[in-house]
T-cell receptor, first 113, second 117 residues
């Protein structure tokens, strides 16, 4: 059974710092991995999607990497801003038959001005 | 706005009542998913549709839960005889069934927050 873990559960850093969020998964036979952002009481916004054949994806100040063999993904946020404060979740899909997502519990990020 | 929409955004009900939620996916998406999220946790998969066909249901979806997508467009999720343990955020997502690059991305609605008193 696939399990997804995100450490730390919460992180607080000063504005301007670069930071890394971690996601690990137990079954390396994944199809895709997605990183999402969730603001309090709101739905989920997709940030980056990495296919199993890819090593990384970039969007603006965000860079996500994937190492399937070790069951790990990282989300790198450069030059953090207070507006980046949110909960960040990663999710993996098992295969290409249904794209069901298995989720981590998220990392709550606070960027201090 | 052509994103995923959900209605209502909030629902407060008394234990034992029935509730129904609606999800309108992105119009060109033929896959629709329902998830449930409790406080401090990631979402849990409930069920998904390919067009009007319900192809998979989680064991979390007890007999009190039913989902439909009658015309392959919007979907409804009904909970009968609600219990306090049903209190959660119910999220809907939609996607294409495939892309040429193989990267099928799910897009989420704002969710319906259910509180059962």
């Amino acid at each position: 059974k696939q399990e997804v873990t995100q450490i730390p559960a919460a992180l607080s850093v000063p504005e301007g710092e670069n930071l890394v969020l971690n996601c690990s998964f137990t079954d390396s036979a994944i199809y895709n991995l997605q990183w999402f952002r969730q603001d309090p009481g709101k739905g989920l916004t997709s940030l980056l999607l990495i296919q199993s054949s890819q090593r990384e994806q970039t969007s603006g100040r965000l860079n996500a990497s994937l190492d399937k063999s070790s069951g790990r993904s990282t989300l790198y946020i450069a030059a953090s801003q207070p507006g980046d404060s949110a909960t960040y979740l990663c999710a993996v899909s098992h295969d290409n038959s249904n794209y069901q997502l298995i989720w981590g519990a998220g990392t709550k990020l606070i960027i201090k001005p | 706005d052509t994103g995923v929409s959900q209605d209502p955004r909030h629902k407060i009900t008394k234990r034992g009542q029935n509730v129904t939620f609606r999800c309108d996916p992105i119009s060109e998406h033929n896959r629709l998913y329902w998830y449930r999220q409790t406080l401090g946790q990631g979402p849990e998969f409930l069920t998904y549709f390919q067009n009007e066909a319900q192809l998979e249901k989680s064991r979390l979806l007890s007999d009190r839960f039913s989902a439909e997508r009658p015309k392959g467009s919007f979907s409804t999720l009904e909970i009968q005889r609600t219990e306090q343990g049903d209190s959660a955020m119910y999220l809907c997502a939609s996607s294409e069934s495939w892309t040429s690059g193989g990267a099928v991305e799910q897009f989420f609605g704002p969710g319906t927050r259910l509180t059962v008193l």
